[in-house]
């Protein structure tokens, strides 16, 4: 019984269960994009602070920012146009 919690406590803790961690380049994301931190941020629903921020390294996205930057990084035209339908429903970002 020890073996199993160990094995699951140490995936824990490494991730497994917890999700994605990879380490993201924002500005390097933002830069393939070919925007502004401004344009980057509102295209895909981010506060410019947070952008400058995650540059500066003075914060790091948060686990569900890092998905979407990895999204955004293979795919950044699919994103775009899914979060411009959302706020177009919506008729609001609603963040």
Known sequence: MYGIAAYYSE???AGFC?????????????????????????????????????EQGRRQPDRS??????VIRKSPNVVAEVVAAAVRESGDWGG
């Open 11 to 13: 995936r824990f803790i």
């Open 18 to 54: 917890t999700g994605y961690n990879e380490l993201i380049d924002v500005r390097s994301v933002r830069q393939s994009c070919h925007m502004t931190q401004r344009s980057f941020a509102e295209t895909f629903g981010f506060s410019v602070a947070a952008v400058r921020d995650w």
């Open 65 to 70: 920012a890092r998905i979407l930057l990895a």
